[in-house]
Structure formats: C-alpha cells, structure tokens
C-alpha cells in the first residue's frame, strides 16, 4: 500500500504549502534530467508528483485518507486506492 505521506516526508495535517515545499524538494532531487542514468529516481520523481497530485487536491486527499481509514482495502482489482 503506498503511503503518498510518506513519501513526500510529511504528516498527515500539512497543509497545501508544507506539501508543494516538499515535493519541489524532492521532485528537483530526484527529476530525470538530473538523474540520466538512474532509472531509480525517475521512478521516485513519478512517485512524489502522483502523491502530490491526490494531497494537494481536497476531494483526493479526502478520498484517500478515508481509503487509509479503512486499512487501505484494496478495490475490485486489487490496485489499491483508486480516486
């Protein structure tokens, strides 16, 4: 189950601001064009903007928190949170 907190380094009542600071962060860090030969940190980058993507929007991040609620129990298909 992926925590999108975690992965941006953040807890769970940051507000709108401490998000987007930690993901530029992160999102400089590990961007491909820094990274060329490091398959690894593309990876991560797709990580921490999905993960910014849902915590930065209100009804996602609602949606998401609920799902983590509920022990994140995995959809139909088993892919996990799905917004």
């Given at each position: 189950m992926k925590d999108?907190?975690?992965?941006?380094?953040v807890e769970k009542d940051a507000d709108?601001?401490?998000i987007?600071?930690?993901?530029?962060?992160?999102?400089?860090e590990y961007h491909p064009d820094r990274n060329p030969d490091d398959?690894?940190?593309?990876?991560?980058?797709?990580?921490?903007a999905e993960a910014?993507?849902?915590?930065?929007d209100r009804v996602k991040?609602?949606?998401?928190?609920?799902w983590q609620k509920m022990g994140g129990a995995h959809s139909q298909n088993q892919d996990g949170f799905r917004y």
């Open positions: 999108y907190y975690q992965m941006l380094g709108d601001d401490e987007r600071s930690r993901y530029r962060s992160l999102a400089m398959p690894q940190a593309e990876e991560k980058f797709k990580e921490v910014y993507g849902v915590l930065t991040r609602e949606q998401y928190d609920s």
